[in-house]
């Protein structure tokens, strides 16, 4: 038993080191199709954010389309309701690259939507550092909505630091601290700009192909690189002597594995999303990788005297 543990062990650490040297050409997803909307008064801005990056980004790009006239609902996925997906003139949905992919739970509510033929769609990614797969997670995910008949009108990838806390609780915060100045002002001009190219795109009545790379990262993508994060995860629980009861771990769970009566985590349901121990005010979520305690993103942040910087726009609205 032992023997197969470290053979699974050596093998994903092999996988994840192959990641890093991916080759390179271009997949077409999918063609154009035709859109029935030019001129949008409406549009849903939905994301999916465990520490904010997707919704600062997803926020500012609907403050953009209200200035210019639209009238917008801008919503965590699991605040929205599906069903009237189809009401809206424009879709944009964002998400942060997770193992290399979109979240898995986030697919599956896409894949769950109603059709929205002929409807212009845009998609987001934000990512951590450099070399996360994020052109093809932003190309995943607009083939989302590009499967529900929509038609994509925009693609881009903002970075940031990432949000993977085994990375600074394993001691290698320099890789993460490297971007500690983002999202920074060029961040912020990006967004605007990228939410009034995907109007003029619109109005224009220009749709576009979407190009996945041929990346050796598709190939360990989500689940098998989630079993290969879950295979390290020495411990998980919920430390009842720390925890205050504020249920933030229980909003935050994609997947509902987290039971706060006897603070036990379900780790077969666990996703690995970090969503927990990243958000927990009290530090009360004991996780362990490879022996080593993990430790959540605010207090990262306030260990290295780190304020995310806001745009104008949205220091009312967060
Ligand atoms: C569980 C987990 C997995 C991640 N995987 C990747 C990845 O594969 N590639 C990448 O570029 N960044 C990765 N990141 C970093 C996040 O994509 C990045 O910090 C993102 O902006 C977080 O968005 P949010 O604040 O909206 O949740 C990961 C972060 C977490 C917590």
Not at 83 to 103: E, N
């Amino acid at each position: 038993m032992d023997n197969r543990r470290t053979f699974l062990k050596k093998g994903s650490l092999a996988l994840l080191a192959l990641s890093s040297s991916a080759s390179v050409f271009p997949v077409r997803l999918c063609a154009k199709t035709e859109m029935t909307v030019t001129d949008p008064k409406t549009a849903a801005v939905i994301w999916y954010s465990q520490t904010g990056n997707s919704e600062r980004t997803g926020r500012l790009i609907a403050e953009t389309f209200n200035k210019k006239g639209l009238n917008v609902t801008a919503s965590d996925y699991r605040d929205f309701d599906p069903r009237s997906i189809g009401t809206y003139d424009l879709i944009v949905a964002g998400s942060p690259v997770y193992y290399y992919d979109v979240p898995e739970n986030f697919k599956r509510w896409l894949k769950s939507l109603p059709e929205i033929t002929g409807k212009p769609c845009a998609s987001y990614v934000t990512f951590g550092g450099t070399g996360g797969n994020q052109h093809n997670t932003v190309c995943s995910l607009a083939g989302l909505l590009a499967e529900k008949g929509g038609v994509p009108v925009g693609m881009e990838t903002f970075g940031n630091m990432s949000t993977f806390a085994i990375t600074w609780s394993y001691g290698n915060d320099a890789r993460v601290l490297e971007y500690k100045h983002l999202p920074d002002d060029i961040s912020y001009d990006r967004m605007r700009t990228y939410a009034r190219l995907i109007l003029d795109r619109v109005h224009e009545g220009q749709g576009m192909e979407i190009e996945k790379d041929c990346d050796f990262r598709d190939l360990i993508k989500n689940s098998p690189s989630i079993w290969g994060t879950k295979l390290f995860i020495s411990h998980h629980s919920i430390d009842g002597s720390k925890c205050i009861q504020c249920g933030t771990c229980l909003k935050k769970c994609p997947v509902g594995a987290i039971d706060l009566e006897s603070n036990h985590v379900n780790t077969d349901a666990c996703i690995a999303c970090l969503g927990c121990v990243n958000n927990c005010p009290a530090g009360a979520v004991h996780m362990e990788f490879m022996g080593k305690n993990v430790y959540g993103y605010h207090d990262f942040l306030k260990e290295n005297h780190i304020q995310i910087h806001l745009p104008e726009e949205l220091r009312k609205v967060i």
